[in-house]
């Protein structure tokens, strides 16, 4: 169908605000201000939390999502337990990494486990709660999409349920299931005030890349520039690997 | 090889209530949109789960809900090929064959040999996007014939054909079928694919039988306006 090229007109002001923090990103950049920031004591074992929590939240969000989703995806029934998934999207971070210390602290209905609170366990279970609906919501849209039909032909074929869940459902499902997890994965490296709440600030602990940026921004805010770029430019060659990824998937 | 079934599958908005029994060795199944045809070969694969109803093939019970039996669809040895075929669409055509044969490399000679046989080898390593209508139609009918099923259920097997290959394939299958002898249930909603076939054909409107017959049978005395209208009268 034509379509009426006036409406870029009406598009190109969400364009700009999308592209403003890229373009304050790299108008912040310069090669003397990297330099500063590579020297900074608290970038690398920053990223190097970061980089392992998310990607231990986001196994977490894998393996235990993928399950629930299924559910989701299968049973009628189970839309009773669908608001719990929009949960954590709809509260505000940081009221769920009180609740979460509430939980956890020694009154608490887990009280036996307050030595989570202030550890990197933490920063992995807040991460994992605020990533999970984004990997879940993903992946139910994903596997509601394979045809019933391919999976009743996999059991035909001598597959059982979880056979044909394995080799034929997941394979379908894959680029749906992976730009789930790259939404999951990317909301796990952001993460900033659930993470403050429920795990604090702590150095090689709990300081995660948005942390850091925080922290160092109050003394530098050039170096909290460099160590942004970092962060954006991380997420983003991940955004792009599993573009790819799911491309391929698509293709083939 | 004959078979009888008895399915009565509830929902709120819909019932399907249905008996069948295999007086020729392929049995038809026609309907207007939305009649249960579709559903009923589903019922039969043991999709659902039923509280009445019975399943018999060659004498040997797949779902008999009397006795409390319900075979899981992959031990009930009913090949199923749906509407648009169902191809696996993340494994090459060789993959799809042998899906069923496990995963030995025994199990892809075999796949590589009833290619070979349908003349289609060399299309064993491409993916199904990458086959016209008719190699989809083969590869999927192969996949389902290489485990040797009982009973063979087709869903509209000529609708996603061009004029050509379905006028060719019209010939084959029914041929391919009687040589195997294998008994088949197959949903069509055109008079000139079921031809072919010689078939028992069960007129099926909101989930019940409305009239079953020969196609000649049916022809002489339509009982229902869809029948007429079928029959080209």
């Known amino acids: 169908m034509r379509f009426d090229r006036r409406i870029i007109l009406f598009a190109l002001p969400m364009v700009a605000l999308l592209a403003l923090p890229l373009l304050g990103l790299l108008g912040g950049l310069s090669p003397h201000r990297m330099s500063e920031a590579w020297s900074h004591p608290l970038w690398a074992p920053a990223l190097w939390l970061s980089i392992k ?17 299924w559910w989701l995806a299968q049973d009628k029934r189970s839309a009773a337990w669908q608001w719990l998934v929009d949960v954590p999207m709809v509260l505000p971070p940081a009221v769920v990494g009180l609740a979460l210390l509430v939980v956890f602290g020694r009154q608490g209905i887990l009280g036996s486990l307050s030595g989570l ?55 379908c499902a894959w680029p749906g299931l992976a730009a789930g997890m790259g939404m999951a994965w990317a909301r796990a490296v952001g993460e900033f005030g659930a993470t403050l709440f429920v795990a604090g600030n702590l150095p090689g602990v709990s300081q995660t890349m948005p942390l850091a940026i925080y922290t160092v921004m109050e003394s530098d805010l050039s170096v909290a520039l460099s160590l942004s770029v970092l962060l954006a430019g991380l997420a983003l060659l991940a955004l792009l690997t599993l573009r790819w990824s799911a491309g391929r998937g698509r293709r083939s | 090889m004959s078979w009888s079934a008895r399915i009565l599958y509830e929902r709120p908005e819909f019932i399907l209530d249905v008996e069948l029994e295999s007086e020729h060795s392929v049995v038809a199944l026609i309907g207007p949109n939305g009649a249960g045809k579709t559903t009923l070969l589903r019922a039969l694969l043991g999709a659902y789960p039923l509280s009445v109803g019975h399943l018999t093939i060659d004498g040997s019970a797949c779902f008999d809900a009397d006795q409390g039996l319900d075979l899981a669809p992959e031990e009930r040895r009913i090949a199923y090929v749906p509407q648009g075929f169902g191809l696996f669409e993340h494994l090459r055509v060789i993959d799809n064959v042998a899906f069923g044969l496990g995963r030995s490399s025994l199990a892809r000679d075999q796949a590589q040999n009833r290619l070979d ?70 949903v069509s909603h055109d008079r000139r694919d079921l031809e072919p076939f010689d078939p028992y054909v069960y007129a099926i409107e909101d989930g019940a039988v409305v009239q079953r017959g020969t196609l000649a049978q049916l022809e002489q005395a339509p009982e229902t306006a869809f029948v007429r209208e079928f029959v080209g009268l």
């Open chain 2, 117 to 186: 046989q349908l003349g289609i080898g060399q299309l064993a390593a491409r993916y199904p996007h990458q086959l016209s209508g008719g190699q989809q139609q083969q590869v999927a009918l192969a996949r389902a014939l290489v485990c040797e099923p009982s009973l063979l259920l087709l869903d509209e097997p000529f609708s996603a054909l061009d004029v050509t290959t379905k006028r060719a394939l019209r010939q084959s299958l029914p041929a391919d079928l009687r040589a195997k002898g294998l008994s088949s249930v197959i």
């Open chain 1, 53 to 69: 929590t998310s990607l231990i939240s986001l196994a977490f969000v894998v393996t235990l999502g993928t399950p629930f989703a």
């Open chain 1, 117 to 171: 609170v202030f550890s990197t366990a933490a920063v992995v279970l807040a991460q994992t709660i605020v990533a999970a609906p984004f990997y879940i919501s993903a992946a139910v849209a994903a596997l509601r999409a394979v045809d019933e039909d391919v999976v009743l032909v996999a059991r035909s074929l001598g597959k059982s349920s979880l056979g044909a869940f394995v080799s034929v459902v997941l394979p």
